[in-house]
């Protein structure tokens, strides 16, 4: 694994080998979904229709949150720090209601994709 990588998958894993393991495991399909969220964020492209299936979906909102976090640290001109702090407690509560059956993954998905379109605006 790259040193960057490594360095990148620690942080992420806050302390949890178990979570350090799972997550080198999955880095390059996660950065492929930060890139795309990234790009929606940014305007540039249409954003990306998230999966509709519960455990995948779940990984989206995971990498919206991680996306979100990062642009409200750097305090872009284009991502207002509030409101990224505001989606990023959306997506959270996105990802834990996809915990319940009774909610619509799909309500989730079209929820998710619309917070980027709105905050790229």
Do not use: Y
Request: net charge negative; proline share 5%.
């Amino acid at each position: 694994m790259e040193p960057g990588v490594a360095q990148a998958v620690s942080r992420a894993a806050q302390g949890s080998l178990s979570r350090a393991s799972a997550l080198a495991n999955r880095w390059e399909a996660d950065s492929r979904i930060r890139a795309q969220i990234a790009a929606a964020l940014s305007g540039q492209e249409p954003a990306a229709v998230p999966p509709h299936e519960r455990q995948e979906l779940a990984r989206w909102c995971e990498q919206t949150i991680e996306v979100l976090r990062e642009a409200a640290l750097s305090a872009t001109p284009q991502l207002d720090r509030d409101r990224c702090i505001g989606a990023a407690l959306e997506a959270i509560a996105w990802a834990e209601s996809l915990k319940e059956q009774f909610v619509s993954p799909r309500l989730v998905a079209t929820l998710l994709r619309e917070s980027w379109l709105e905050l790229a605006r």
